[in-house]
């Protein structure tokens, strides 16, 4: 909550709205975890085709930084 309100990072709420416009499904499972200086959202999707991604989204930014099929 600090984070958010400091400016660190946005609400989880903000990040999930960007994504589903980029990576379309159902987000199953988020995690929020400290990588080399600053928050990153781990997030799994289940995509319409049945596929789980994990996505890795810079919680400041919500820009996707990487997406890989599990």
Do not use: F, H
Request: proline content about 6%; hydrophobic content about 40%; glycine content about 6%.
């Amino acid at each position: 909550r600090q984070a958010v309100q400091s400016g660190e990072m946005l609400p989880m709420a903000a990040v999930l709205q960007r994504l589903e416009a980029e990576v379309p499904g159902r987000v199953i499972e988020v995690e929020l975890e400290p990588e080399e200086g600053r928050w990153i959202y781990e997030i799994r999707v289940l995509q319409t085709d049945g596929r789980l991604l994990k996505v890795k989204v810079d919680a400041r930014s919500s820009a996707v930084l990487r997406r890989q099929p599990r």
